[in-house]
């Protein structure tokens, strides 16, 4: 088994924490107007963009 780095854990706790602040954003999503969602749903395609990114910043240095 590989050795797990501290920053690698650290890496791992920030994306579960996105994980967890993303279920927390959805309960609110019922209660929101149309505008809202729109808005929170631009917001989160931008950032979809960053995690799109990353990942492929990970996929590019496996080769």
């Not at 995690?51 to 590019?60: H, T, V, W």
Request: hydrophobic share 50%.
């Amino acid at each position: 088994m590989a050795v797990v780095t501290g920053e690698l854990i650290r890496a791992m706790n920030y994306v579960e924490d996105i994980t967890a602040t993303l279920r927390r954003i959805c309960i609110y999503i019922p209660g929101m107007g149309a505008e809202e969602r729109k808005r929170l749903a631009d917001c989160l395609r931008a950032a979809g963009g960053a995690i799109d990114a990353a990942i492929a910043d990970l996929e590019k240095a496996e080769k």
